[in-house]
């Protein structure tokens, strides 16, 4: 490899920068090459013209997988990883280097934009998922940009809102799945989100880049702008940004500002050294000569999408369809199939499949009506005359809904979380006619079902599932497999309910995270409020069990939990088993009930049982305490639930941990109830209190009711509370204090 050293400043500047809106630099006169980057994230979006952003939608043939709000539903780490392999097999037959995803946002607020590109509300989901699809992509030797980072939670003015969070909120929601993903499967690239956090761009950020990503996190790849990121190329190489894309042909700044010495050369070089190091690891795969299977990767495709479909309703067992029924499909988009969101991740399919194509396929007995346009014209009441004939004929009926494709893109946030009324119209017009009716749904980002579900004895949400969506929700539908989807969602009553509500998108350039940690199910759950379908839910078509949970600590701050699922149903299934611990013990900090810590997919045979066991590590147990600027595990009691949703905890053991001993440093503003209860302090405090009772003064009031109040107050205001006396015994307890822990 080229030593940095060998570069001119020119040459080093210029590698900091692309070459275009898609290829790096390389350094032509050292046979460094300039390998193209292109999107992402679920499968390869390869433009035929090369050099520009223009022509978003004309690109070369690849699987389309399906997106993240779909495939997260799987909670399949292993499939990710085959898809993640596959699409690493794309990148190398199209001698791309990198892949700009996977997209790891929190889904703070359903009205998200890009809700369909991102994962989940919780991050060791929206953390273990995407590690394994890297894991995937980088075992074939190209890259992946984990984005993006970070905050970047809305897309109302994304480009340069100021998203105000509090260190605890940032780190154990929205910075934790970056942390497990670079800790454990190390991303060779990182790209930076457009925002800013708590007055900073992303791009210039040196505690994001450089303080917590590269030396807490130990992070040694490179960190890219995302498109037009960058504001002052200066400042980002300064904060730890390797490379900003696409260029915007300041190269020259960063020489003049070297040898000015506003840049000092040794960053310079190792921000260019970082691009050296990514090219020269690509550089195998980028030589290599490669064709993938394409029949083989849609029918990996159809496997992720059957995976990726969660049945949310099946009142009377009206699924799976029987082979002979006779079926009614209403709804354009088993016609005309909403697969994916759009914006930079759109993706040109190798192949499309319907539902009915899946449906010719098999040879079922169906009539179809579209029911509606995609379009926001009024409703056609001939097309409802028409759905409502098709259902009267039939024994079921299989109705597709949705949002059309305008609903939900990259760049800005829906309006609200609600179907388009024409179709809920239509649905409503058919059911009174035949009473067993499916539904599908095609979404993206969260939709609310509250108002028409009752008009369905089935519910199937199949958010996006990729191009080989349509066979895959006849495989469900027809139970050819298990439905075996689980909500990385929540889905809410009413978008009111969530809590970002109020903050959210912000105005006047900021929007704070008032929530703090409570996102999602953190928030519904501690407040026991009432949901549509709670995260992680998902019925399968048989039935499942958990029993003989168990849990001892390992360690002071780290547990093993194990627990027996049996399938008590007669079919094969597979059910996700989802542990979540619970605090039970008086937390200095608030925390919400519980929180999803890890989680297992089991396929069964039929009476089959499995035990699983899970390593829980202190981070299971830790808050982020702003006391310690530090994780924390506090000591005390905690129930490892082990549950089917978030809301149907079926077993529970209790575990008791040491903590990791972290204690609180005194001082005269800590309360007298704080020194009482400090392992140090308390005896100090005690000795000194009865010395001043002997001494004839009345140190603790003798009724409960101002003992209590006496706790709250800080050692420094005792003299107002117990006489002159005060003074002698603040400065005693604080001399022994200092003394005690050596000071
Ligand atoms: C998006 C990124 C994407 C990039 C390149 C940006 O607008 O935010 O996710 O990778 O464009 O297309």
Redesign the pocket.
């Known amino acids: 490899m080229v030593d940095i050293n060998e570069l001119t400043l020119e040459e080093k500047a210029a590698l900091t920068s692309g070459a275009d ?2 290829h790096l630099n390389g350094v032509e006169s050292k046979g460094i090459p300039g390998y193209m980057i ?4 679920h499968g390869l ?1 390869k433009m035929r013209q090369a050099d520009g ?1 223009n022509g ?1 939608y004309d690109t070369v043939p690849s699987t389309c997988f399906p997106p993240a709000a779909g495939f997260a539903n799987s909670w399949n780490t292993e499939l990710v990883r085959e898809v993640g392999v596959a699409m690493g097999e794309e990148c190398v037959q199209e001698n791309v280097a990198v892949i ?2 996977p ?1 790891v946002n929190i889904k703070r607020n359903p009205l998200g934009g ?1 809700c369909f ?1 991102y994962w989940s509300e919780d991050p060791v989901l929206a953390g273990h998922l995407p590690a394994a699809l890297i894991e995937g992509v980088q075992s074939q030797g190209v890259g992946t ?1 984990l ?2 980072f970070a905050a ?1 939670n809305q897309e109302t003015d ?1 480009m340069r809102v100021s998203a105000r969070i509090t260190e605890r909120a940032l780190r154990e929601i929205y910075l934790a799945a970056f942390e497990y993903i670079v800790k454990n499967a190390k991303p060779w690239t990182m ?1 930076c ?2 925002n800013q956090i708590n007055g900073t761009f992303s791009s210039e950020n040196h505690w994001l880049l450089t303080d917590v990503l590269r030396d807490e996190w130990g992070y040694d790849g490179i960190v890219m702008s ?3 990121a960058v504001h002052d190329r200066v400042a980002s190489l300064d904060a730890g940004l390797n490379l900003e ?1 696409p260029p915007s042909n300041t190269d020259d700044d960063v020489v003049i500002a070297v040898r000015e010495g506003r840049l000092d050369e040794r960053q310079l070089d190792r921000m260019a050294d970082g691009m050296l190091r990514l090219i020269e690891k690509t550089r195998p795969a980028m030589e290599r000569d490669y064709t993938f299977d394409v029949a083989a990767h849609h029918a990996l495709a159809r496997r992720a999408a059957q995976e990726s479909i969660v049945l949310l309703k099946n009142e009377g067992a009206v699924l799976p369809l029987a082979a002979g029924e006779k079926i009614a499909v209403v709804g354009e988009f088993a016609r005309t199939p909403r697969y994916q969101g759009g ?3 759109h993706i040109n399919p190798t192949k499309l499949s319907s539902f009915l194509d899946a449906l010719d396929e098999r040879g079922a007995d169906y009539a179809f009506a579209p029911g509606f346009t995609l379009d926001d014209a009024a409703q056609d009441g001939a097309l409802t005359g028409e759905a409502v004939a098709v259902a009267q004929n039939a024994d079921k009926v299989v109705m597709f809904l949705g949002l059309p494709d305008i609903a939900e893109s ?2 800005y946030d829906r309006e609200n979380i609600d179907i388009p009324a024409k179709q809920v119209e239509v649905l409503h017009a058919v059911s009174v006619v035949n009473p067993n009716v499916v539904v599908v749904l095609s979404n993206g980002a969260v939709v609310s079902v509250s108002d028409w579900q009752a008009d369905a004895k089935g519910l199937l949400e199949a958010w996006l599932l990729g191009q080989a969506g349509g066979e895959a929700t006849a495989d469900v539908l027809y139970g050819d497999v298990d439905a075996t989807g689980r909500l990385s969602e929540t889905i809410p009553v009413s978008i009111e309910d969530n809590p970002s509500m109020v903050n959210f998108p912000g105005g006047e350039g900021y929007v704070d995270y008032g929530e703090g940690i409570f996102v999602g199910y953190r928030y519904y759950d501690t407040r026991n409020l009432e949901v549509a379908y709670p995260f992680g839910y998902g019925l399968s078509y048989t039935t499942f069990e958990m029993t003989d949970a168990k849990a001892e600590a390992t360690g002071p701050t780290g547990a093993r939990a194990s627990v027996t699922v049996t399938n008590t149903g007669m079919r094969e299934g597979s059910q996700v088993v989802q542990l979540y611990v619970a605090p039970n013990h008086e937390s200095p900090a608030v925390r919400p009930s519980h929180e999803l810590k890890a989680f297992a997919k089991v396929s069964l045979k039929p009476g089959e049982s499995r035990e699983v066991t899970f390593d829980l590590d202190d981070r299971a147990f830790a808050y982020w305490s702003e006391r310690f600027e530090d994780w924390h595990v506090e000591p005390g009691e905690y129930v490892i639930e082990f549950a089917s949703s978030s809301r149907d905890v079926e077993a529970v053991a209790a575990v008791e941990l040491e903590g990791d001993g972290k204690t609180l440093h005194l001082t005269d503003m800590s309360t007298l109830k704080e020194w009482s209860e400090d392992p140090v302090g308390a005896r100090i405090f005690n000795d000194r209190a009865a010395e001043f009772e002997r001494n004839g003064g009345v140190f603790w009031p003798t009724d409960e009711v101002n003992r209590m109040f006496f706790y709250t107050v800080p050692l420094n205001s005792i003299t107002t509370f117990v006489g002159p006396k005060g003074r002698w015994f603040k400065e005693t307890v604080l001399a022994d204090y200092a003394a005690a822990v050596g000071e």
């Open positions: 809106a898609w292109t999107d992402g994230p979006r952003v978003l700009l995803g997209g890009r590109e940009s984005k993006h970047n994304r790209m989100s457009y995302d498109w037009g894309m914006g930079s991740s990259e760049g």
